[in-house]
């Protein structure tokens, strides 16, 4: 069974948009009863160094349709805008997001193998085809800040589980 670059890509991403939206509904019941703020949960990090929350939830758009989109331009580079700082605001980013994917032509991804992109950040530029750019930069960078945005409330003493990060899975269909 061959499969195809569309495949490979939109329906994992909008299964772990799924689990995503699943965490912060988790996040908002969370604050809820603890009286613990929103805000405090959008600044939290793993480490000092790193990005917050916030940027973690938007880089789940960056890294899927903001992906596509560099690719339709042949350059990409980073979305350094602010990041939405509350729970309702990323809600609506991840729901648009979704619904830009399911509009997405399963026929357009076959036109991006082989076609040139760049990556482009400050001075730096890295160039690939356009399945490698998806498949080897993007789509890693998806599940990295997915799982670092699930590892953050986790962390935090939110109850999330495993089966909240997966989203809905696709189960073989009787």
């Not at 789940?60 to 980073?78: K, L, W």
């Not at 997915?146 to 899975?169: N, P």
Request: hydrophobic share 45%; glycine share 6%.
């Amino acid at each position: 069974m061959s499969i195809s670059l569309h495949h490979a890509l939109v329906p994992q991403w909008i299964q772990m948009i799924d689990g995503l939206e699943r965490v912060l509904a988790k996040a908002d019941s969370h604050c809820g009863e603890t009286e613990r703020s929103e805000d405090e949960f959008v600044q939290m990090k793993l480490a000092p160094d790193m990005l917050d929350f916030a940027y973690q939830v938007k880089s789940v758009r960056t890294h899927s349709i903001g992906a596509v989109e560099g690719v339709r331009a042949g350059v990409f580079s980073p979305d350094m805008s602010e990041s939405p700082r509350d729970f309702a605001a990323m809600r609506t980013m991840l729901s648009q997001t979704r619904d830009a994917i399911n509009a997405l032509d399963p026929a357009e991804f076959e036109g991006f193998i082989g076609k040139p992109v760049e990556f482009r950040f400050r001075d730096f530029v890295m160039p690939f085809d356009g399945e490698e750019f998806l498949l080897s930069f993007s789509q890693p960078n998806f599940y990295f800040h997915v799982t670092t945005a699930y590892a953050i409330l986790r962390q935090a003493g939110v109850a999330v589980g495993k089966f909240d990060y997966l989203g809905s899975v696709r189960k073989k269909v009787s």
